[in-house]
């Protein structure tokens, strides 16, 4: 069994607390990851369970609490293997709602897909997906260590340095268009994102508070 499915196995059972209580297993996943601002177990949190077994294994990992966002990690594969991430289409094929979790093998009329998720009735289990929901398997790599620039960096700035920034958000997969050099709007929008996601205040600024909240996303 891969050091992955080790850890993801070893979670099987944990479960939402019904009420006003919140089970701080599940709620850590989202803090280790940098999604901060999950602080309750009743946020969809498939895509933060894989993210948080994925961190651990030292694999590359999405920093979005989106099932789909993992159709961006990774390799894509036909053939999957145990412990490779499967993604599955929810409510609609075309929409944004999905599922996803580690892949353990098809039901023998390969009709259907086991997969160890998190959030799979309210809890980490192994259950069976319909395989027409599939949209597709991905086989995680190991994750590389990014350096960021130093220094306070804002809107209107340009150089090497916000090419260096630009790469590393780009790494930990926020949106800031092509790495040019310019700190415009869709760099200042993705910051701020960055900045509410990790509970700092959305000033769009680049500084040592950022940062080490992005350093910890990327080379955890």
């Known amino acids: 069994m891969s050091e992955l499915l080790k850890i993801a196995t070893s979670q099987l059972g944990q479960k939402e607390i019904s009420g006003p209580e919140d089970n701080p297993t599940i709620v850590n996943y989202a803090k280790e990851i ?52 499967v993604v599955f289409w929810r409510e609609s094929l075309l929409g944004t709602s999905g599922h996803v979790g580690f892949f353990m093998g098809y039901s023998q009329d390969l009709k259907r897909i086991y997969c160890l998720g ?45 090419v260096q920034l630009q790469d590393a958000m780009k790494a930990a997969n926020y949106e800031v268009g092509t790495s040019d050099g ?21 000033d769009g600024v680049y500084g040592p508070k950022t940062k080490n909240l992005l350093n910890t996303i990327l080379n955890a």
């Open 118 to 162: 998190g959030n799979q009735g309210n809890q980490v289990s192994i259950s069976a997906q319909s395989a027409e929901r599939l949209l597709g398997f991905r086989r995680l790599a190991k994750s590389t260590i990014i350096s960021l620039p130093e220094g306070v960096l804002r809107k209107g700035d340009t150089g090497e340095k916000v």
């Open 34 to 85: 940098g999604l901060s601002w999950i602080n309750d177990d009743e946020t969809p949190w498939c895509s933060v369970f894989v993210g948080w077994c994925a961190l651990k294994a030292g694999l590359s990992y999405s920093k979005s609490a989106l099932a789909r966002s993992w159709l961006h990690i990774g390799t894509p594969v036909n053939v999957p293997e145990p412990g490779d991430v």
């Open 182 to 202: 310019v700190f415009g709007a869709k760099m200042d929008a993705a910051i701020k994102l960055l900045q509410a996601n990790g509970g700092l205040k959305a």
